[in-house]
């Protein structure tokens, strides 16, 4: 399974490959040193934020088709949904016929990707023989249940549970899909849809489930969790309702948000936000610091919403983990428009910058807008805002150095070590006292952040404490 971008799709990954174990499939993990020609069938998750992340899509189905000559190769995610036609070339490129001529890559738009699971289900049904067969089961399925006339409107958002934890050891739970705003440069609005919201009740019986299970943390994501609004009973839930409702509906599995938007962070959410099992991490999608580049995206806010949004948080939570989303090198942005932004990243401080260079989406406003700032001046800018990105996640690491925290573990040993992410978003290598039982991955326990790590891999080394439960 090679899943591009977002945590979005991380979760819906985990959903598909969490399917295909329940139809008898063994679901191979690169990290155990498995080689991918060995799978019978591998699972693209694409992405189309960026241009470079369609490209990489691209590389990685011609490797497949090029070094798994016997594997079914099966595309979907957002790139699936707003380019079929460009996917299915590559078929005809990198010659992806079986040695019985038929096909062996199959492009499943994002909207349809309930057809991934019911594929599963419907192989668990069906008596395989051998390898050979795959090509021709999967094309008359396809066939059958696919079909090229399929819209969206026609499809129920895909709210799968993912079971089981094949590649990540944080619990996520999908709240929200789709978006109803307008931003000129974004296209995964057109890959997704409108905005929906999962039902309350549903979201907190995962969540209990979760909980039940033991572990520490659950992620609440969506294209816009901002925009999420539910039914509870003859109550209409906002974000802010929908934790209120979960925080009341558990005992003290903590919640982290995914991202949040500067314009949707009203009163009541940020009074909501006080509450310490809500994660001190928050990430606001800002894209730009200058007021004229914000409205040629069709941003509905100006840099003062976001610098009062994160000095709300500030008065709320103890030093809490800021970070933000950055484009660079929008049509239009000139260098005082640039600096406006990098001034409004210092000022307030981020402990991380997600900067990456602006890049033409097909079927947006921002695809035709001038004048067009050159990839080599982006790039330079997104240059310059890494380093402001690493100095404050340096100083933001050194603030904490000495203070106790509650982490979630989330994977074995690694020289010594296990690795966990604490409540305040910093990675982190964690030992334990000799003989003393490690959290199983997922598990929350409290450490002592004790010393910087600077090699990359983490952001510092800690020392675990104890266990919050006697779930471990």
Not at 77 to 93: I, S
Not at 157 to 175: E, L, T, V, Y
Not at 387 to 412: H, M
């Amino acid at each position: 399974m090679y899943t591009l971008g977002c945590k979005l799709n991380q979760l819906e990954s985990e959903a598909l490959a969490g399917a295909f174990a329940a139809a008898g499939f063994r679901v191979l993990s690169r990290s155990e040193g498995t080689r991918e020609e060995a799978a019978d069938i591998a699972a693209v998750n694409t992405c189309t934020v960026t241009g470079k992340a369609e490209q990489k899509a691209r590389r990685v189905i011609r490797k497949l088709l090029r070094d798994c000559p016997s594997s079914c190769v099966l595309v979907t995610g957002c790139y699936a949904e707003l380019d079929r036609k460009e996917l299915e070339r590559l078929a005809v490129e990198n010659g992806a016929l079986s040695k019985t001529g038929e096909r062996r890559l199959f492009i499943i738009p994002g909207s349809r990707k309930r057809v991934l699971q019911a594929l599963a289900a419907f192989f668990a049904s069906t008596r395989l023989e051998n390898r050979q067969e795959l090509p021709s089961l999967i094309q008359s399925w396809m066939d059958k249940h696919e079909g090229n006339r399929e819209t969206r409107d026609q499809d129920e958002p895909d709210w799968s549970n993912p079971q089981g934890s094949f590649f990540r050891s944080r619990a996520f739970i999908k709240i929200q899909d789709g978006c109803d705003k307008h931003c000129t440069f974004c296209r995964v609005r057109l890959a997704r849809g409108r905005s929906v919201s999962l039902e309350a009740g549903e979201a907190l019986v995962r969540l209990r489930d979760l909980e039940a299970r033991g572990l520490g943390e659950a992620v609440l994501t969506g294209v816009n969790i901002g925009l999420y609004r539910a039914d509870a009973g003859k109550t209409e839930l906002n974000m802010a309702g929908l934790l209120k409702f979960l925080l009341e509906g558990t005992a003290g599995i903590a919640l982290r948000l995914s991202s949040l938007e500067p314009d949707e962070m009203a009163e009541d959410l940020f009074e909501i936000l006080r509450s310490t099992r809500i994660r001190s991490h928050f990430h606001i999608s800002v894209q730009s610091g200058s007021a004229a580049i914000l409205k040629r995206m069709g941003r509905n806010y100006g840099p003062e919403t976001v610098e009062a949004a994160a000095a709300r948080l500030r008065e709320l939570r103890d030093d809490p983990f800021l970070a933000c989303d950055i484009i660079t090198g929008f049509p239009g942005e000139e260098e005082r428009d640039f600096e406006e932004t990098f001034e409004l990243c210092r000022r307030i401080g981020f402990a991380w910058i997600h900067a990456f260079p602006y890049s033409p989406r097909p079927g947006t406003a921002a695809a035709s807008m001038k004048p067009v700032v050159s990839e080599r001046e982006a790039g330079k800018r997104v240059t310059a805002l890494m380093e402001l990105a690493r100095q404050g996640r340096a100083a933001y690491v050194q603030r904490w150095l000495g203070r106790s925290v509650e982490a979630v573990c989330e994977s074995g040993e690694d020289s010594g070590f296990f690795r966990a992410v604490s409540e305040n978003y910093l990675r982190l290598l964690c030992t334990s006292a000799p003989g003393e039982e490690r959290p199983l991955p997922g598990r929350a326990f409290t450490c002592r952040i004790d010393t910087p790590e600077n090699s990359g891999e983490a952001d510092a080394v800690g020392e675990m404490l104890k266990f919050r439960n006697s779930l471990n």
